[in-house]
């Protein structure tokens, strides 16, 4: 037994028109770039954070290692590369040719702290005038790369506690 297929029958069994297709394959595209530029723009933002936070934690570390070997040493040095005398034996850091800031303790091998520095500057804060031997303080000034363009700048001062003491008890 046959079937008569009508005429409304035939016209859904043709499939789909080219302009039909035409329009799906837009709306798909529309969607697919969406989503990509979206994909885009988050990784973005992580690499913006992720660079952020390396520049936050190089900045912390540099801070905290000047800030304690300033306090414990007894002789501060600023020409051209800042020297601590301490307990372990002289501590210098110093800025290479090539943007990285290093420190290193006595004999040991130096240590990068960052490669994103462009100015390190230090000089003394002394009672009577600009005497690194009995500086009661040290002003340190750093520049750091941000981005291409934008640039970290931060100063700050570090008390030599041996040196305060000395000169509060000599007096």
Known sequence: MMKKITRLQKRYLRGVTLVELLIALTLGIVV???????FISGQQAYNEAQRFN?????????TDL??????????????PNLIVAGVAG??????????????Q????????????????????ISVGGNDCPTAIGINLQLTMRATDTNNIALNFRVGVRNNILTNKFES
């Open 54 to 62: 390396r520049l936050q934690s190089d900045l912390s570390l540099i």
């Open 105 to 124: 303790v006595g004999a040991a091998a130096a240590e990068i702290l960052s490669q994103d520095i462009i100015t390190f500057n230090s000089s003394c």
């Open 66 to 79: 000047l800030a304690s070997d300033i306090r414990a040493g007894n002789i501060v040095a600023t020409a």
């Open 90 to 103: 002289n501590t210098e850091y110093r800025l290479e040719a090539d943007n990285t800031l290093v420190r």
């Open 32 to 38: 697919l770039g969406g989503g990509i530029q979206i």
